[in-house]
């Protein structure tokens, strides 16, 4: 009886670790405009001349049929999934995906069981002051194209939710000295020729999935045959 009630303690954990392997912690199914701005326009370089050169703000006007599902984070380790692409960034046919945990990394900050937009939050979150006095981004984002020199990290500062628009005010940072590239100059040279007035619209698509990393399925197999083992001593010891 022993044994039984041991062997299907062990199936329990197998199929833990299974279940464990497929479910997604966060997940996210969006389409829509974004909208960035703040650039200087139509600079055609990277602006440096600006007080305030690298500071942008994203706006995200996501369809009605959009959704996501926010689970709740257990403190294991994360594998994020999926492709974040602006359509047709450089003209027709031209998409470019940018890294998606523009979007994922502030996961954690919307509530658990959310599954429709907007979710049911605080609207505003904003960056606090750190010990320097300087704001604490909310989420830092690298940004790294060899194609084009882009090589820094997107501070997102203020996280604004509004009806179906979702807003970041964002700082970048750029980790060459002098700037080799940076995704605000490369917005600007777009605009220089676009419309040259300071703002670049464009459609993306979103699908991206967070989930736990599995633990190995030796580990498993190693548990339920420690309580295979476990079985056998104590039916020898019962004999």
């Known amino acids: 009886m022993k044994i039984k009630k041991i062997g299907s303690i062990a199936g329990i954990l197998l199929l833990i670790g299974s279940a464990s392997a497929s479910a997604a912690l966060h997940e996210f199914d969006w389409t829509g405009k974004i909208t960035v701005s703040g650039f200087v326009p139509g600079s055609g370089t990277d602006p440096s001349n600006d007080a305030d050169p690298y500071t942008m703000r994203f706006e995200w006007l996501i369809d009605s049929g959009s ?106 940072v750029p980790q060459q000295n002098p700037p080799l590239g940076t995704l605000a100059g490369s917005f600007a040279l777009l605009d220089a020729f676009g419309n040259n007035d300071g703002i670049i619209a464009r459609d993306f698509v979103l699908n991206a999935s967070i989930s736990e990393v599995p633990l190995p399925a030796a580990f498993w197999l190693m548990g339920s045959a420690l309580l295979g083992l476990m079985g056998f001593s104590r039916r020898g010891a019962g004999c």
């Open 67 to 172: 959704s996501f599902t926010i689970g709740t984070p257990t403190g294991a380790p994360l594998t994020v999934s999926g492709s974040f692409t602006i359509l047709s960034l450089f003209g027709a046919g031209a998409d470019k995906e940018l890294p998606v945990e523009l979007i994922t990394d502030v996961a954690a900050l919307l509530p658990v069981g959310s599954r429709s937009f907007p979710p049911g939050m605080s609207p505003l979150f904003q960056a606090i002051a750190g010990a320097s006095g300087n704001p604490v981004p909310l989420v830092e984002v690298p940004v790294m194209d060899a194609p084009s020199g882009i090589d820094s990290v997107l501070n997102i500062n203020e996280i604004l939710f509004d009806g179906s628009l979702l807003v970041y005010s964002i700082t970048e």
